[in-house]
């Protein structure tokens, strides 16, 4: 089996910053893909960034030029920076993993970043 484990959440300043950090542990694998959504109250689940195997990286346009995602494919850990929080940014944020040729997605549990005035 695989788990995700989420780490850097918390309550920041608008205008602040967090880095939120993401590890998988458990069945040696390949990563295809590793991706960061987040959930805000009342909203749908959104996408906020991901990374390929190779290193390209897509980003929501809400967060573009912000946020920064990153990745360690020998540790299959992934790192979200997040810059010039607002206040739309609260959220619970999830991270997500893709395994290369089998497709299995695993998700995290969720921490909860909180962006106040």
């Known amino acids: 089996q695989v788990q995700l484990v989420e780490s850097g959440g918390g309550s920041v300043q608008s205008g602040g910053s967090l880095r939120l950090s993401c590890a998988a542990a458990?069945?040696?694998?390949?990563?295809?893909?590793m991706g960061w959504y987040r959930q805000a109250p009342g909203k749908q689940r959104e996408l906020v960034a991901t990374?390929?195997?190779?290193?390209?990286?897509n980003y929501a346009d809400s967060v573009k030029g912000r946020f920064t995602i990153s990745s360690d494919n020998a540790k299959n850990a992934s790192d979200l920076q997040m810059n010039s929080l607002r206040l739309e940014d609260t959220a619970v944020y999830y991270c997500?993993?893709?395994?290369?040729?089998?497709?299995?997605?695993?998700w995290g549990q969720g921490t909860q970043v909180i962006v106040s005035s």
């Open positions: 997500n993993v893709e395994r290369l040729f089998t497709g299995l997605q695993y």
């Open positions: 458990g069945d040696r694998f390949r990563i295809g893909v």
């Open positions: 990374i390929t195997w190779d290193g390209t990286t």
